[in-house]
């Protein structure tokens, strides 16, 4: 039986969520084992993982270190396993190229390295927010960040790799999926959750969206609140960036998660049902890019 592996390299731990969410809607299970516990030469990778992506450790404060530097989900459904990485955003590139380095050694025949089980393919997926630099400057950024990896191979030009689709290059494939709005070319990954999360629940978002909109008149936030020309918070307490959505999803979540992080809200709770991912435009796109090399 051919065996399917897929590395997903996503910016944030919010990112690694939707996608575990989404994955669990589509069939797969969460693969709980122990590193011994895996086959060869898996295991021995993921022993060697830390030592791979370690070129950033200094820049990881101590809480981030045991996460960044390991899966934050392994899925699996019948011989295809999907390992989530939450290494960071487009400018954190030096443990993606460590580790995507490392992938194409895994999946080379040289003796005395690293190798794979016969019958099984490996694939790299990257996941990015457009922002506002647009899908195509996103697939330019990941090709010129894995350019050195590949020194042998002949790469085309940028404007020829497209988002949504794979590309081997030399022992890998390697392709990319953009977090965008419905009808725009650039947003980010909360533009696809909030309207999922939001969908059926309009009285609890508009109650948090009241308890937020707070922030510019207490006494508590008011002197410490910086703005852009268009009146958008920028700043507020101790200079840290104010996230209106990211806010939006913690306060709604809650009410069913008490205490835990956005995170959880999003891989957990009941605002993201399987029948809204299923029947989603961005998740059935994600599923139908996954399914090319599952």
Avoid at 58 to 72: D, G, H, K, T, W
Avoid at 97 to 115: C, D, K, M, P, Y
Avoid at 185 to 202: S, T
Avoid at 230 to 259: D, E, F
Wanted: charged share 30%.
């Amino acid at each position: 039986m051919n065996k399917k592996i897929i590395f997903i390299l996503a910016e944030g731990e919010h990112d690694s969520a939707f996608l575990y969410r989404i994955l669990k809607a589509d069939g797969f299970k969460s693969h709980n084992v122990k590193i011994k516990d895996y086959p060869e030469p898996l295991k021995k990778f993921l022993e060697k993982d830390k030592d791979i992506i370690q070129s950033s450790i200094l820049e990881v404060n101590i809480q981030q270190a045991s996460r960044r530097f390991m899966p934050y989900y392994v899925m699996q459904k019948d011989y295809n396993l999907i390992f989530i990485y939450s290494i960071g955003g487009n400018t954190n590139n030096e443990p993606r190229r460590g580790l995507v380095s490392a992938l194409n050694a895994l999946n080379t025949n040289n003796e005395g390295e690293i190798q794979t089980w016969p019958k099984t393919s490996i694939s790299v997926l990257y996941f990015f927010d457009a922002d506002d630099k647009g899908t195509d400057s996103c697939i330019a950024k990941i090709i010129e960040e894995i350019n050195p990896v590949f020194p042998k191979w002949n790469f085309k030009e940028k404007s020829h790799y497209k988002a949504s689709t794979f590309y081997k290059i030399e022992n890998l494939k390697v392709g990319a999926y953009i977090f965008r709005e419905a009808t725009k070319d650039k947003g980010m990954l909360e533009d696809v959750i909030l309207p999922l999360m939001r969908k059926g629940n309009d009285d609890i978002f508009e109650a948090a969206e009241t308890f937020l909109s707070t922030n510019t008149t207490c006494t508590l936030f008011k002197d410490k609140l910086e703005y852009d020309k268009t009146g958008t918070i920028l700043k507020k307490v101790n200079k840290q960036k104010y996230s209106h959505r990211k806010s939006l999803i913690g306060t709604v979540g809650q009410l069913q998660k008490s205490g835990k992080s956005n995170t959880v809200c999003i891989s957990d709770t009941d605002y993201l049902t399987d029948d809204k991912i299923l029947n989603n435009d961005t998740c059935k796109e994600i599923i139908a890019l996954l399914k090319q090399v599952v």
